[in-house]
Every structure is written in C-alpha cells, then in structure tokens.
C-alpha cells in the first residue's frame, strides 16, 4: 500500500500534534501512531506546563529563562531555551483558546503551582508558574489538540507501527510502516518527515514511562549514520512510586509534599536548604539515592517517604486526584493518612536527535541539516534541557517545538516536490528486512527475558550514579545482551497483530540506545546536570561545556566501542556560568 501526503507526522504525542495542526496550514497531513492516537505518553503527563503569567505570583519569561538556564547545569543552548520561554506565555494562553481546561483561580484566570526549580528574581524563592488541569495536565491538552487535528482534517494512521525512515542520499522522502492490524508493510511518501516519538524510558527497570516509550526512531536514524546528542543526560525523577516506578508528580511537592527519611527528617534541607524539596529532580534523587546508600532509607528497605498529610483534603481532592487514586490503588496507601513509599525513576530523555530551533534534524556536529527531516519532543534535542530538565518544561518544549517544526515542515513541498515513492523492494526492501530477519531466528531465548536483563544492567550501571568501572561493566553485558538477542525464537508466526515480531524490534533499539548512552556516559569525564560520576564528581567548563554528538560510523572525532564522538560548543547568549546553588 502506497500512500502520500505532503507532510508526515511520525507520533501522536504532543510535538506529533502541534507540529501536524501547524503543517496542515500549508497542505495535507498524516499522524502515524503506533497505538492509538490519545494513548501516547503525552497523555499521562500529570503535573503542568510552564508559562510565566503571572497569574498567582509576580513573574517574567527574563526568570523563566534563567531557571531554565541554570536547571540545566549551564548545558542547554541559551538561544534555544530564550525562544521557549519567551513563547511561553502566548503558547499557553493559545491552547486555553482552543479549549484546554485549565485549572482556575478564584478569580477566574488560569491557576499556577509551584515546581522544581522554578523561581522569581533570579533564584530569590520559589514561584508558582505551572499551569495545570489537576494532575491530567497532558490528557486535556492531547485530547483539546486530537480534536483540534480532526477539525482540520488531519488523517491519522493509528497502529501502525514505523520500522525504516526513507531516505535518498542526504533527502528523506517519508517512512515505512507496518499496519499492525493485518501485517501489511506500507510506504508514506512526503515532502517533509517529522519524527515524534517521544522517550526511551523502557531502557531502565524503574521508570515512569509508558511501554510504547522505545526509542525506535533515534534507533533508526543511528543506524543510518546520523547522530543522536548528549545521550549520557537521562533525567531519574524523585518520586516513583516504590516497587513499580509510576510518577507521583512535582506538583505534589509544588502543593507543600515533604521529602522524609527513615529518621524522619526532612534531608532536603541539608542538599537545597534554600528551596529544599523543590530543587531541580537531579539534585532530589541523587539526595534520595545518598540517603539510601548511607542507611537513612526507611527502616530497612530501600526507600523514603512522600508526606502529603500536611496538604487539605480539599487540595488533595481537587489538585492532585490521580496521584491520590494511584496511591490507593497500587500501593494500598491513602496520602491523607499516611505517607507514600518513593524511589527516584527514570522519567525524561534530555538528549536525542539533534535539532535546529526549526526542527530540523542535523546531520553532524556542524549544524549542517538533512533535507525533509524533522525531529520535535522528547526524542528531539534542540537543546533546551541541556544536563537537567526543569519539571513541566517539557510539555512547553513539546508545544512551541512542535509547531516549529511543523511551521517548517509544511513550507517543503513549496521548496521540492517527492515523487510517490514506488513500492518497490528498493525502497521497502530495508523494512520487510527487519521483520524477515527477525522470524529467522532460532534459539531459546525470549525478548522478555533479554529486555528485562538490559534494563536490570542499565538501572544497576548507569542510574544516578555511575563510574568507569560500572559503566565499562555495562557495555561489557550490552555487547552479551546484544548477542543473546539474535537467538531470540519468534513462537508467532502469523501476520496480524503480530506483537511478539514488534517486540524483539523495539528491543533492537533499546539495546542500541543502551549502548549510546553508556558509551556517552563513559566518555564524559564530569559531573553535570543527571549525570553524576563517582570519579568525576565536579563539573568541568573548561573541557566539557560542549554537546556529545555520538555517532555508529567510522571518522568521527574519538571512539568508545562501537560509538564514536564529535562535540558541538553550547550557545551561551547571556547568561554567565555559575556554581549551582538551591
Ligand atoms: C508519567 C509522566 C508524567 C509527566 N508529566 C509531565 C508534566 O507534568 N509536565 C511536563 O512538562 N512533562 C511531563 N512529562 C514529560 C512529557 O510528558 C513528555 O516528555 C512529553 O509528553 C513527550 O511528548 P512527545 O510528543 O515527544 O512524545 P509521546 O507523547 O511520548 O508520543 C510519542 C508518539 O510516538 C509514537 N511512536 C513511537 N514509536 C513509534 C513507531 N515506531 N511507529 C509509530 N509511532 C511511534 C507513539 O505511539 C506516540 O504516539 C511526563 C512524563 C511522564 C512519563
């Protein structure tokens, strides 16, 4: 089946939705998705996006920036991160005129919370600029721009699941993909491609991300020899839910939640005795994490404690009713009562697909640009997040991002056209390839039990902590891991919703990411941001304030394994490096 549309869309998360909204300004659109469109992970987003409004406490785009700025333990590109907050403002109130439903204040205007890291007067006290829907923030917005995309006469592809982006030389000319409903493999041609795919969570045991979270994208852009960027930055959120790694968001902190020890302080006090519990989450869950370690998690196990009991009912009720009905649900808890049992989980990708700020998809540490590719969200890095993501940052991210790349995206077919890419072998060759090779294998192996071991090694190597010895440990059990793989036995061997085919695909491509983020990690010899290293613990401007561009081919700068590295400088744009002080 051929199909073709002047843009493409991959993901229907909210990058996947704005970028498709703006593009069908200038021509046809399709959304691809791999589940159905509303269940992306966007939709589970729970605590807010950030906007300086002003609407509960003075503030200004200028401190939203630095927050930002420094959140980002200096490594986020300034100019980058100055265009976000200062859309900030008109993007939220944007999506409150297409329908969002917000959270009021008494008075009627959008409401606003408190979130780490977020401040007023350059890093004075915390300030309430999160603005929110309870805690189901990210349905409300997917929902209000779902229907906004139907209303435009956007075509969404749901369950289909991409294996191969098409490329001609330097050129992308759209994607194959497999109709998961009856096995069928498709070409979408287009004039540009934007990929929205959002994180790869799943690479580690406890995470907050949903199973769809992959990475199948950057796997596949890596293997065409393009670079993915600062893949050793990979954000532990503070409160996962103990045992099970589901979020319990910032926003209950941002609402007065406390942080406590198994002696009952409140630690935080002695890590960020300015802002306490709501420093940025690197500094909170490397506080947990060290509280832990040195015999201070509660009794004997290997947690701390979320008290909310100090928060009214009321709030409980009206701000925060998912977190209050996950708590009851699967942990047998009531955050009213008693307090919550959290470890921190691995929760946000800083790094991915590098990007200009029109999302255009780079193809080297230069800035050159790969014609008709776009990246946006989470599995882009534009970068904006730098070493450490500020909490509801990321939806903003996705948002003004997102629209950016759609915005450039949609002017393609004016620049060239794209024939209809035949269906020919040549060029779904490389994706029928994929599921053949994968039927053909033989062993005893099985993707769950390879998946479960790779993310076993991830959380235990290269977590919040990590070391050369560990880390070199960890590629040492990736190249086993990688191995053990090819031995996996496809037991299904029909065509329609052949999951089990699409599994072991998708843990190709987490191991390969694995593999990039160790790798990455293992060559950056500081302390910045999310990643912490034992034998490094301080950061270090003078050779490391630059982007780790890494890439699987061969005359690239230096080499660790099977990856090599190339550095891209940050883009400073007035705002002096400093210590990093809560
Ligand atoms: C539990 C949780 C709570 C969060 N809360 C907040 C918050 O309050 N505020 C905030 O700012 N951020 C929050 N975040 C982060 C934020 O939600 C995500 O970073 C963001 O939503 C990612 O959006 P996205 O559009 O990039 O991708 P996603 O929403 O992850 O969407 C990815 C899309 O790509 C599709 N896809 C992937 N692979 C393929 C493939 N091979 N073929 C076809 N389709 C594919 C998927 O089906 C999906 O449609 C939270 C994250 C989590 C996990």
């Known amino acids: 089946m051929l199909h073709r549309f002047d843009t493409l869309v991959i993901g229907s998360g909210l990058a996947g939705l704005s970028a498709a909204i703006e593009a069908s300004r200038h021509g046809s659109v399709a959304v691809i998705a791999k589940l159905y469109p509303t269940r992306c992970h966007s939709s589970a987003a729970q605590g807010g996006i950030a906007a300086a409004l002003g609407n509960e406490d003075p503030d200004s785009p200028e401190w939203h920036v630095y927050d930002t700025i420094k959140g980002s333990d200096y490594l986020a590109d300034q100019d980058a991160v100055r265009t976000m907050c200062e859309a900030a403002v008109k993007t939220v109130i944007g999506l409150e005129h297409m329908g969002v439903p917000f959270s009021r204040t008494p008075g009627g205007k959008i409401a606003q919370r408190r979130f780490g890291g977020h401040t007023k007067e350059f890093g004075a006290a915390p300030v309430r600029r999160a603005c929110y829907c309870a805690d189901r923030t990210g349905l409300a917005i997917v929902t209000t721009l779902y229907e906004q995309s139907q209303r435009r006469g956007i075509k969404f592809f749901p369950e289909f699941h991409v294996l191969d982006i098409m490329m001609e030389g330097d050129r992308c000319l759209g994607a194959a993909a497999m109709e998961i409903r009856t096995g069928e493999i498709c070409a979408f041609s287009a004039c540009a491609t934007i990929l929205a795919t959002g994180g790869y969570g799943r690479v580690f045991r406890t995470t907050s991300n949903a199973i769809q979270s992959t990475g199948d994208l950057p796997g596949i852009l890596l293997e065409k020899g393009l670079p993915l960027e600062d893949m050793e930055f990979f954000q532990f959120h503070p409160t996962g839910l103990y045992g099970l790694g589901i979020l319990v968001t910032e926003g209950a902190r941002g609402e007065g939640g406390v942080l406590v020890n198994g002696k009952g302080e409140r630690f935080m006090e002695r890590y960020a005795p300015h802002i306490k519990d709501l420093a940025p989450r690197d500094m909170v869950s490397r506080a947990i994490t060290t509280e832990i370690r040195e015999g201070r998690g509660v009794g004997e196990r290997d947690f701390v404690y979320l008290d909310l009991r100090a928060i009214p009912e009321k709030t409980l009720s009206e701000r925060l009713p998912e977190i209050m009905n996950f708590c009851r ?76 790349a759609g915005e450039a995206a949609g002017k393609m077919k004016d620049i060239f ?34 998946r479960k071991d790779l993310q076993e090694l991830m959380m235990g190597r290269c977590s919040v902590f990590r070391n050369e010895a560990g880390l070199k440990a960890a590629l040492e059990g990736i190249k086993e891991l990688k191995e053990r793989a090819k031995h996996i036995a496809i037991t299904d061997r029909g065509k329609r919703f052949n999951t089990e085919v699409l599994e072991a695909i998708e843990l190709g491509r987490l191991i390969d990411l694995a593999e990039v983020i160790v790798s990455s990690a293992v060559q950056r010899k500081e302390s910045r941001g999310a990643h912490s290293r034992e034998d490094y613990p301080e950061r270090d401007d003078k050779n490391w304030l630059k982007h780790t561009f890494a890439f699987k081919k061969a005359g690239a700068f230096k080499t660790e394994g099977n990856i090599e590295f190339s550095y891209r400088p940050v883009s400073i744009a007035g705002f002096p490096l400093r210590k990093r002080e809560y």
Do not use: W
């Open 329 to 404: 649900i699967y942990m047998g808890v009531d955050p009213s009562v008693a307090p919550i049992p959290v470890v921190p989980t691995a929760h946000y990708a800083m790094g991915g697909i590098p990007t200009d700020q029109g999302g255009r998809v780079m193809k080297n540490e230069a800035g050159e640009t790969t014609l008709g590719l776009f990246a946006a969200g989470e599995c882009a890095c534009v970068s904006v997040h730098g070493a450490n993501r500020l909490g509801c940052n990321s939806l903003l991210d996705t948002v003004v991002f997102g629209r950016r």
């Open 417 to 450: 056209m794209v024939e209809a890419a035949a269906e020919s072998e040549e060029v779904l060759g490389p994706a029928k390839n994929t599921v053949s090779e994968i039927l053909r294998r033989r062993g005893d192996e099985k993707t769950g039990a390879v």
